[in-house]
């Protein structure tokens, strides 16, 4: 039993270089179990090993793969996938959030609109979107002045690290997946709330049950806030 501890643990520290410090120490384990498989030792010490390792291993992996970001400043093409309730047209300027599908993570990108048709078409969507896009990453901005607002720390609490300039965008098809469906109910919905003849309750609705204030004069909100009941337009568990 001594000797599997010793050889696991050499096995756990190179693999814990490996995954943290990057591809200098794949010849170290490349070496490492070549070497272990060549001894002449019974197959079930080298199953105990190979097992332990293996187990480490994917654990590191999983860890590591939720630890931060894992892409580098500047130009790339990323395909993603976009939640319709995430996208917003502000003027000429498209804005949305998407995952990543190869490692995850999630990307807030920005898109100058060419033509005013094209930004009719994008408020109508009612589908979550695959999209391909090619543009500059970026460190958010943070706060430019003390006490301002932090966007980048705003980000972070979501766990999202970049914002995306993009320059060229191609839509390869439709989103698919619980997220994609629970997404499209969403805009569904509040497509529908829009659309209501009385507007302040839509509104209040929206306000409610999306987050969104927006249509609620900012006096009533204060007005809220001064007699302490501003969090129920606060309430996680009603945000869908």
């Keep these: 039993m001594k000797r599997v501890l010793i050889w696991v643990t050499i096995g756990y ?12 120490w794949e010849v170290g ?23 332990y390792d293996a187990l480490l291993l994917a654990f590191l992996m999983g860890y590591y793969w939720r630890l931060g970001s894992h ?18 047209v502000k003027g000429d300027l498209l804005q ?38 090619t543009g500059e990453l970026k460190v958010p ?24 300039s993009v320059d060229r965008l191609q839509i390869l098809g439709n ?20 659309g209501m003849g009385e507007p302040i309750i839509g509104n209040y609705v929206k306000a409610l049950f999306f987050n969104e204030r927006s249509g609620i004069d900012k006096e009533v909100m204060q007005s809220y806030q001064a007699i302490g009941i501003i969090h129920l337009f606060s309430l996680s568990g009603f945000h869908v």
């Excluded at 693999?15 to 410090?21: C, K, M, S, V, Y």
């Excluded at 100058?112 to 094209?118: D, K």
């Excluded at 469906?181 to 529908?192: G, H, M």
Aim: glycine residues 6%.
């Design 13 to 24: 520290i190179l693999e814990i270089l490996l995954i943290f410090h990057g591809s200098t």
């Design 29 to 51: 384990v490349l070496v490492y179990y070549v070497w272990l498989l060549e001894q002449k030792a019974d197959k079930k010490f080298l199953k105990k090993v190979l097992i």
């Design 71 to 88: 892409f580098q400043e500047g130009r790339g093409t990323f395909i993603l996938e976009v939640p319709i309730h995430e996208v917003k």
């Design 96 to 133: 949305f959030m998407g995952r990543e599908v190869k490692s995850g993570e999630w990307l807030v990108s920005f898109y100058r609109l060419p033509q005013l048709e094209v930004k009719e078409s994008w408020l109508n969507r009612g589908q979550s979107l695959l999209i391909k896009v």
């Design 141 to 164: 901005n943070a706060a430019n002045n003390l006490g301002g607002f932090n966007y980048r720390q705003f980000l972070e609490r979501e766990e999202i690290y970049w914002t995306l």
């Design 175 to 194: 989103m698919r997946g619980p997220l994609a469906v629970l997404s499209n109910v969403r805009k569904a919905i509040y497509c529908s709330l829009e």
